[in-house]
């Protein structure tokens, strides 16, 4: 099989799963190259999962491992400029969420693929989760009648990496992190809709000593045709992952959740391995995950992608898609900082988002 040539940027704990689900998952791609901007860590990944070169600057990587796409697990602050980098040199492009820390790089981003003809996915697994499509599914059957309202919560009791923290890396906290997937996934559902206001509140409630970002929030979305989105997302919620959504409609309801309906609830008196994502330990009862990768959405984007990449084809989640999530983000701050309904479109120019809240506190 000609193999598709991937080479991917970063190491850290998303990296894993990307690496986990290339590997077991989609064979017609082979990872080819990693990047690290600490050279030990990019050749202790490397070794760890036997990718055959190791870099620690993004333009030699371009320019010698071979690769044909650029899978970027960096940093939020570092999106835009990896993906300018490798969409001039011809380079097609996945990205994980957000798609950039401010409206402006989007923009570039987007502009400098499309002036490439390089393809460029905004990688928002949620799209892909097994269980979330099934029941996405099953809405397109008409088996809940009409939609009115969607909610999608993602908690756990903070990231796993110290940089998510500092909002001038991040820009902004638990909605640049989490909520982008609940608003990812609510224009998926919804055939991306219109949204015509946002309403946000949020505060800093658990990691006041190490964030100047929210890490609890609520955001209200109501779009054109008449649906509203409720979506929650935490940093202060203990006891591991929750990930889980309810779709309402005028003739029926659906409840999905990927965390604890895909595990098998664990007592143990002294703790062991893993459990779940983020949770603080294993002694007790627990819910211990299995096939989580899988059960999250990632080998089934990854696969999507590459094979848009060998086809041709138009990826299903785009980055004028990342964009949109942004715009409704930067309303969200703009909302929580004002403390009224923001109406859509919405743009403002700030170093970032989070400012739009912060300068009002």
């Known amino acids: 099989m000609n193999r598709t040539k991937v080479a991917i940027l970063g190491a850290g704990f998303i990296t894993d799963i990307h690496i986990e689900s290339y590997h077991r998952f989609i064979p017609e791609a082979e990872v080819v190259a990693v990047y690290a901007r600490n050279p030990d860590k990019a ?4 070794e760890k999962y036997h990718i055959p070169q190791w870099y620690n600057d993004i333009d030699q990587l371009i320019a010698e491992s071979g690769c044909e796409v650029v899978d970027i697990c960096l940093p939020n602050y570092l999106h835009a400029d990896a993906t300018i980098r490798a969409a001039k040199a011809g380079k097609h492009i996945i990205i994980e969420k957000p798609l950039a820390v401010t409206l402006e790089e989007a923009d570039e981003m987007i502009a400098v693929c499309r002036a490439n003809n390089v393809k460029l996915m905004y990688a928002e697994e949620l799209c892909f989760a097994p269980k979330y499509e099934r029941a996405r599914q099953l809405v397109n059957d008409g088996a809940v009648g009409d939609l009115f309202m969607l909610k999608q919560g993602e908690k756990h009791s903070g990231p796993h990496t110290d940089w998510f923290y500092d909002i001038n ?24 809709a219109k949204v015509t206001s946002v309403y946000a509140t949020m505060d800093t409630v658990f990691h006041k000593e190490r964030t100047k970002g929210e890490d609890n929030s609520v955001m209200i979305i109501e779009f054109e045709n008449g649906v509203t989105a409720v979506a929650e997302n935490s940093w202060a919620k203990h006891g591991g992952m929750d ?6 409609g005028t003739g029926g309801v659906i409840y999905a959740d ?12 002294e703790g062991y391995g893993y459990a779940m994502e983020k949770a603080d330990t294993s002694k007790g009862w627990s819910f211990t995950i299995f096939e989580e990768a899988f059960n999250q959405g990632y080998p089934h984007e990854l696969k999507h992608f590459i094979d848009c ?29 004002a403390g009224k309904k923001i109406a859509l479109p919405f743009s403002a120019k700030v170093a970032k988002p989070i400012d739009l809240w912060l300068d009002h506190k």
């Open 43 to 46: 050749k202790a990944f490397a």
């Open 169 to 192: 890396f991040s820009g902004g906290g638990v909605i640049m992190d989490m909520g982008c997937h609940a608003l990812g996934w609510f224009r998926w559902m919804l055939n991306n």
């Open 243 to 248: 990930d889980r959504c309810e779709i309402y």
């Open 258 to 269: 990927l965390f604890m309906g895909n595990a098998a609830v664990t007592y143990s008196r």
């Open 309 to 337: 990449v060998r086809n041709d084809k138009t990826p299903l989640v785009t980055g004028e898609d990342g964009r949109a999530v942004l715009e409704i983000i930067y309303a969200a701050y703009a909302s929580a900082g």
